[in-house]
């Protein structure tokens, strides 16, 4: 899933020069990246030796691989959606 735009990516192979078909974002960079994470040493789970500054754009990352699970916005989205629905059938 593209972490930009939230649409689902359809490609089997991510290189480098990769871009989401829907917005044109890189793919194959940090946010896109199941081993990302803010707040760990270069905000990534993997042990890298060089920083990546600008996590949004490709780089040549060699422990790269697509995260595939749902964007957190998503899920928020989907919680927001329950929940209307919820209001509107009970009134609440």
């Known amino acids: ?12 192979e991510i290189f480098r020069s990769s871009t989401c078909q829907f917005c044109g974002a890189d793919l194959h960079s940090c946010i896109n990246c199941r081993f990302y994470s803010p707040g760990s040493h270069f905000d990534c789970h993997e042990t890298i030796d060089e920083l990546v500054s600008d996590k949004e754009r490709a780089n040549f ?32």
């Open 1 to 12: 899933m593209c972490k930009k735009c939230g649409k689902p990516v359809t490609q089997t």
């Open 61 to 92: 990352c060699d422990s790269f691989s697509l995260n595939t699970a749902p964007s957190a916005s998503s899920d928020s989205s989907k919680a927001r959606a329950a929940k209307d629905a919820f209001s509107a059938l009970f009134g609440s």
